[in-house]
Nanobody, 124 residues
């Protein structure tokens, strides 16, 4: 098993940047493909970005492509989401997720392990 803890959320203004972190503990971090998801009030959880276990490939939702960057440091057991040019519609609770496997996975049903979430609020 792996335990996941997100951090880095907060209140920012439109156009600002934030970097989220997801710290993993438990089994070897490099076993796991990772993803970021978000859920806004009254909406379903949606895919944001995913990265394969080696960190060499990533996939993004169209809504964040070009603004967000997913990365991971397997030596630090941590995944990141660099969020630039934030918009009010990016406001949500952001969750990191993990599953074993060699590919990139964009369906939340693919993931076995979830963090508790971190709130990101973009407002002027």
């Amino acid at each position: 098993q792996v335990q996941l803890v997100e951090s880095g959320g907060g209140l920012v203004e439109p156009g600002d940047s934030l970097r989220l972190s997801c710290a993993a503990s438990g089994r070897t971090f490099s076993f796991y493909a990772m993803g970021w998801f978000r859920q806004a009030p009254g909406k379903e959880r949606e895919f944001v970005a995913a990265i394969n276990r080696g960190g060499g490939a990533a996939y993004y939702a169209d809504s964040v492509k070009g603004r967000f960057t997913i990365s991971r440091d397997n030596t630090k057991n941590t995944m990141y989401l660099q969020m630039n040019t934030l918009r009010p519609e990016d406001t949500a609770v952001y969750y990191c997720a993990a599953r074993s496997g060699p590919d990139i996975y964009y369906s939340d049903r693919s993931y076995n392990y979830w963090g508790q979430g971190t709130q990101v609020t973009v407002s002027s």
